[in-house]
């Protein structure tokens, strides 16, 4: 057993150097792993929560270089979801068990503030024991405030890199690091449960970057840390970059569950594309959420963020017990609970 890993436990929090130990080697990967297992199971039992997400339009006016929905991809057919077959989504998820719904999409100018206020507030109103989560990237403290007033709940924004110049490499220069970091705060302050993450082994990320990243989340002391592998998008200037790796993310998921024992951690599809098993493994490091896909299939093979996305021709009820079995023939239990985090005071 190694004191390092331990400490870590204990303290939730590591010197930089020992950050660079445990990151730069695989001596400590087992322990890792199994430490992160304990914590997770000391906090939230064998409970694996279920999202259903709701990619409710590819349309985007960004153009992040790794993204396969970016402004400049002329070789996908954009789509948008109506109000009724985003409502749709959440009818069919609902008789599924789903009691999160994620509405995720492009930073799409098409759906304005008072479209996506209409959309939350309806959803509340039909659905109003569910949490209704947004991922819709950057807005004004206005516009974060208003869908919040509409009933959105949490907030999904992952900062992609704490590091200046690395998100300068990933982002062409009319976007910025700062922005999106003040947005996230922004977010907390306004009373959403808020979620920040990156990519593992994004082009150009060092060890160094990592480390940024864990102090970063440290301050921002977020419910949620969404983290995937990086994967490559034919159709991205990143088309010939290396996919992140499975191990360094698997490692990464189970840091961030010592570090932050009470936060939700998703295993992501990145983490089911890159590998057939990487979700299980990553619910048995520490992971304790999972996203299934709620999005019509006529649509799912649109948003392809990367190339060879999984459950794209699947129907909801499908991925659903796709899910079910994914977790039980791993030991835990699905749960259809709102799942908010334990890090956060809910007012009701
Ligand atoms: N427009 C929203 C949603 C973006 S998609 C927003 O700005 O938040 C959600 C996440 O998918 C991104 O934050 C990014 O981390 C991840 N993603 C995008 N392209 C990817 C790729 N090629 N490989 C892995 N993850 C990717």
């Known amino acids: 057993m190694s004191v390092l890993i331990e400490t870590l436990k204990q303290n939730r929090n590591l010197p930089d150097e020992d950050f660079r130990k445990i990151l730069l080697s695989e001596e400590y990967d087992e322990e890792l792993k199994q430490k992160a297992d304990e914590v997770r199971r000391e906090h939230y039992g064998n409970q694996v929560f279920l999202r259903g997400l709701i990619e409710f339009t590819n349309y985007c006016k960004n153009n992040c270089y790794y993204c396969g929905i970016r402004r400049d991809n002329r070789n996908i057919s954009r789509y948008r979801l109506t109000k009724e077959e985003i409502l749709s989504c959440c009818q069919e998820g609902y008789a599924l068990g ?51 007033e509409a009933g959105a709940e949490r907030y999904l924004l992952r900062h992609e890199t704490a590091d200046i110049d690395h998100y300068g490499k990933l982002h062409p220069a009319e976007m910025n690091a700062a922005f999106r970091q003040k947005c996230l705060f922004t977010l907390k302050k306004i009373g959403y449960q808020v979620g920040a993450g990156i990519m593992v082994g994004s082009p150009f990320q060092t060890v160094e970057h990592l480390i940024q990243d864990i102090r970063f989340l440290q301050k921002l002391e977020p419910q949620m840390i969404g983290i995937g592998p990086f994967l490559s998008h034919q159709d991205t200037p990143f088309r010939n970059e290396k996919n992140g790796s499975l191990f360094l ?74 899910t079910e079995q994914r977790v039980k023939s791993i030991g835990y239990e699905v749960v259809t609970s709102r799942g908010d985090a334990k890090n956060f005071p809910r007012k009701n």
């Not at 959803?123 to 109003?128: A, E, K, T, V, W």
């Open 249 to 322: 993310t698997i490692k990464l998921l189970a840091i961030f569950r010592l570090i932050f024992p009470e936060v939700l951690l998703p295993a992501t599809t990145a983490l089911g594309t890159i590998h057939p098993l990487g979700r299980e493994m990553g619910l048995k490091a520490g992971a304790n959420v999972l996203m299934p896909n709620l999005s019509p299939t006529s649509v799912r093979k649109k948003y392809m963020l990367y190339d060879n996305k999984i459950c794209t021709g699947d129907e909801s009820a499908q991925c659903r017990q796709c």
């Open 98 to 148: 789903f009691r999160t719904f994620v509405l995720q999409g492009g930073e799409d100018p098409y759906f304005t503030d008072e479209k996506i206020c209409a959309i939350v507030s309806e959803i509340h109103r039909q659905f109003p024991d569910c949490a209704i989560t947004l991922s819709i990237g950057e807005k004004s403290e206005e516009s974060y405030q208003a869908y919040f």
